[in-house]
């Protein structure tokens, strides 16, 4: 079975500064992949970033990135530049990488961008 | 830019009485999901959907939940008899050809009283 893990349940950080959260999977595969969503107040699921684990450089999407860390089953996310549109709920996610499967969702980690 | 479509955005309905969700996919997608979200906890997987038939389901879906792509635009999830338990948001998404791309609803809030 896959679990997802995020240990931080609520972060917060200061407009324009870096924030990290933190993300661990438990997994038997191989070949995966790996994602963060963005669910704000509306309550709609996001896409932020995306990464594929056969690939070993990290993914960046503009102010977003990732630290993948294969072995230490770690995914973690950077937010650089932090803007009031970033407070939302952050969910880590895994999928295997067969057609059709499911997402498993970390627990989420609440971040406030305070002004 | 295409988006998943989910109706009703919020539905009440009383214990013991049948809910249908719905939801329209995104048109040229081939996997289809529900997944449902529990006040403050995670998103869980329900069911996926492929070629007319269920792929995988959770042991959340049990015998009172089905799916449907009745008309191969909508994408159904029917709850038979709903319990107080079963309210929480539900969410519908789809992906392509690129599995791993897969686009949510904006949700549906079901509050069964």
């Known amino acids: 079975a896959q679990t997802v893990t995020q240990s931080q349940p609520e972060m917060s950080v200061q407009e324009a500064e870096t924030v990290t959260l933190s993300c661990t999977y438990d997994t038997s595969e191989n070949n995966y992949y790996l994602f963060w969503y963005k669910q704000p107040p509306s309550r709609q699921m996001i896409l932020v970033i995306r990464q594929e684990a056969y690939k070993q450089q990290n993914a960046t999407e503009n102010r977003f990135s990732v630290n993948f860390q294969k072995a230490a089953k770690s995914f973690s996310l950077k937010i650089s530049d932090s803007q009031l549109g970033d407070t939302a709920m952050y969910f880590c996610a895994f999928m295997k990488h067969n057609t059709g499967n499911q997402f498993y969702f970390g627990t989420g980690t609440s971040l406030t961008v305070i002004p | 830019e295409p988006e998943v479509t989910q109706t009703p955005s919020h539905q009440v309905t009383q214990m013991g009485q049948e809910v249908i969700l719905r939801c329209v996919p995104i048109?040229?997608?081939?996997?289809f999901y529900w997944y449902r979200q529990i006040l403050g906890q995670k998103v869980e997987f329900l069911v996926s959907f492929y070629n007319n038939e269920i792929s995988e389901k959770s042991e959340i879906f049990d015998d009172q939940f089905s799916v449907e792509r009745p008309d191969g635009s909508n994408f159904t999830l029917k709850i038979r008899s709903t319990k107080l338990e079963d309210s929480a948001m539900y969410f519908c998404a789809s992906s392509g050809p690129l599995v791993w791309e897969a686009f949510f609803g904006q949700g549906t809030r079901l509050t069964v009283v």
């Open positions: 048109s040229n997608h081939l996997y």
